[in-house]
């Protein structure tokens, strides 16, 4: 990828590693015989919907948006799912959906009317198993309000096609099997009388050293068992692991009680929040993080929010003004949760391939005003 191109702050997708993501996820849609669909929360960028829609059986929406532009973009309607739909918002919900999926037995008997055999319902289950050690991203720690429980669901309406469930964030093979597992035992009694089972997301197969083999076998064993039950797997990040980064610039370089920060023409705040929330270190090029007892450097946001920054890092090249930082695998999520705190501008959005970079979207002054009027 030939930096000087590419525009900053800006983020890029490897068309090549994607096509190399999308080989693997349908290695295991054909070799397991399961429907795999892409999750918009983790990956919205419908100018590569083109190199996805060929692979994927479906798109799971999480809003009526996303669920609009599975159906404008994608050519799909969508597999919805929300923890609670409005009056305003549902008659276009099943006007763009295929399947739609309740958060509670409430909201069910709330718009179960409004449904049509032509959707597919489902009720969002929680099988009260965690594998996710960061609390703002386990769906089933207690008191959870996302699904129901095997105690409050101890039959099922007659008019439940499917069962939904999400337990898992960039999890194993292992811990897939594992939610199979915990699942049948939960609401085993249940399956006689459902048509599907969507396993949500989590399910990290293209990451490196990741078992897909156990994945496979584990799903061949479930069908085997329950051959009436289709099984769904609806990935985010592992359609993208690996395959952008977001390129910033260095502005400024300041240097207060012995801390030396670069000031970047980013905000990790509006522009990577998972690093403050949830909270982890990005990886960056020709960067490590900087050893007890070293002196490194601090990368601080161009925003006012005194937290904005994260450090340390020792780089191969001192960083100066004009220096390029590169952040790795910024494609999933990241670009979905950006927002224009303090007015800083969205980077840019682009696609690299064999023919060098393209623009697909350039963020300006209407598109920050619009988003307030």
Request: charged letters at 20%; a neutral charge.
């Given at each position: ?9 800006c983020y890029v997708l490897d068309e090549r590693l994607l096509l190399a993501n999308l080989k693997i996820i349908d290695h295991v849609r054909q070799q397991a015989n399961v429907e795999i669909i892409i999750a918009l929360k983790g990956f919205a960028m419908w100018g590569a919907f083109y190199m996805i829609k060929e692979n994927v059986d479906g798109v799971s929406a999480s ?311």
């Amino acid at each position: 990828m030939d930096l000087s191109k590419i525009p900053s702050p800006c983020y890029v997708l490897d068309e090549r590693l994607l096509l190399a993501n999308l080989k693997i996820i349908d290695h295991v849609r054909q070799q397991a015989n399961v429907e795999i669909i892409i999750a918009l929360k983790g990956f919205a960028m419908w100018g590569a919907f083109y190199m996805i829609k060929e692979n994927v059986d479906g798109v799971s929406a999480s809003s009526i948006n996303e669920a609009r532009l599975s159906f404008e973009e994608m050519g799909m309607p969508a597999h919805t799912y929300s923890p609670a739909y409005t009056d305003a918002d549902f008659e276009n919900v099943l006007k763009y959906s295929s399947h739609v999926t309740f958060n509670s037995l409430t909201q069910y008997e709330r718009f179960r009317k409004q449904t049509t055999r032509a959707v597919s319902t489902g009720l969002r289950i929680n099988p009260e198993f965690s594998v996710v050690d960061t609390a703002i991203y386990n769906p089933c720690s207690p008191g959870s309000r996302l699904g129901i429980t095997a105690q409050q669901l101890t039959k099922l309406p007659v008019d439940i096609d499917g069962l939904h469930v999400h337990a898992l964030c960039e999890s194993t093979a292992e811990a897939s099997k594992n939610l199979l597992d915990a699942v049948e035992k939960k609401f085993g009694h249940l399956f006689h009388q459902i048509k599907w089972l969507n396993l949500g997301g989590g399910h990290l197969m293209t990451a490196k050293n990741y078992n897909t083999r156990c994945l496979i076998d584990a799903l061949k064993t479930f069908s085997k068992k329950y051959p009436h039950i289709k099984i769904i797997l609806e990935p985010g990040a592992a359609f993208v692991w690996e395959t952008g980064v977001l390129v910033a610039n260095v502005e400024d370089v300041v240097e207060n009680a012995d801390i030396r920060t670069a000031i970047l023409n980013i905000s990790f705040s509006a522009h990577l929040p998972d690093c403050l929330e949830m909270p982890y270190k990005p990886r960056i090029r020709g960067a490590v993080e900087t050893s007890a007892g070293k002196r490194g450097w601090r990368l601080g946001a161009n925003s006012c929010l005194a937290g904005d920054f994260m450090g340390e890092w020792t780089f191969d090249e001192e960083p100066r003004i004009g220096t390029k930082i590169i952040f790795e695998d910024m494609m999933h999520y990241t670009m979905v949760k950006t927002t224009t705190f303090n007015g800083v501008p969205h980077p840019s959005i682009g696609i690299w391939n064999e023919n060098g970079f393209k623009l697909l979207k350039k963020f300006e002054y209407e598109d920050y005003k619009n988003r307030l009027s």
